[in-house]
């Protein structure tokens, strides 16, 4: 079984200061492992993923997101909080069975 | 915009009603995925289409129902609705559907049950 825990609910940052969302897993097997993003009123957007290859995976707007299987934690930084990037942040983990487990999300606040 | 859609955006409706909730994925995406979103329960997956055929069943309840068409679109049927069916459902398209493969959410339909 595969699960994702997001270990802040809310973050709130200035602008132009760096950001960090926490993700722990589990899983049986080895994972792939997403950060999604949801705007207000909008669909969910693939930030990034990690599929086994590099450990340390970039991904869009200047997101990343280190895979560290000892601590079985993947978290997702940004250098530079910018206002459009207040939004809601979903940890993913699929296993071998197709399903993607999602976090409880973590909801981003940008103070300018 | 990520290329699936899904109708209608908004659905008001009672208790006990049935509705149809309808996704077409991206063109070329084999594989159609559908999501419920709650305050309560969060993102939880509900069923995996590809290619017509059932692939992976989460939370689903026995209530609901969907397939996916020849022409790959999908549908998730609601019967017998509870107040808390009310919820924001999510369609997603992936190519293959395998688990390496990034999905493609649509802008969801709202569901609000009275």
């Known amino acids: 079984a595969q699960s994702v825990t997001q270990l802040d609910s809310h973050v709130s940052v200035s602008e132009g200061t760096p950001v960090l969302l926490r993700c722990n897993y589990s899983?049986?097997?080895?994972?792939?492992l997403f950060w999604y993003v949801q705007h207000p009123n909008k669909g969910l957007q693939l930030l990034l993923k990690y599929t086994s290859a590099a450990t340390l995976v970039k991904g869009i707007n200047g997101f990343e997101a280190e895979f560290k299987k000892s601590e079985t934690s993947f978290h997702l930084t940004k250098p530079s909080a910018h206002m459009s990037d207040a939004a809601e942040y979903f940890c993913v983990v699929s296993d071998r069975d197709y399903k993607l487990s999602f976090g409880a999300g973590t909801t981003v606040t940008v103070r300018a | 915009d990520s290329g699936v859609t899904q109708t209608p955006k908004h659905l008001i409706t009672a208790t006990g009603q049935r509705v149809t909730l309808r996704c077409s994925p991206r063109?070329?995406?084999?594989?159609v995925y559908w999501y419920q979103q709650s305050l309560d329960q969060g993102l939880q997956f509900l069923i995996q289409?590809?290619?017509?055929?059932?692939?992976a069943k989460g939370n689903i309840l026995e209530r609901f129902s969907a397939q996916q068409f020849p022409d790959l679109h999908s549908e998730l049927n609601l019967s017998s609705l509870e107040l808390g069916d009310s919820a924001l459902y999510f369609c997603?398209?992936?190519?293959?559907?395998?688990?390496?493969?990034?999905?493609?959410f649509g802008p969801g339909t709202r569901l609000t049950v009275l």
């Open positions: 063109s070329g995406d084999l594989s």
């Open positions: 997603a398209s992936s190519v293959t559907g395998g688990r390496f493969n990034e999905q493609f």
């Open positions: 899983s049986s097997y080895s994972p792939s």
């Open positions: 289409y590809y290619n017509g055929e059932e692939r």
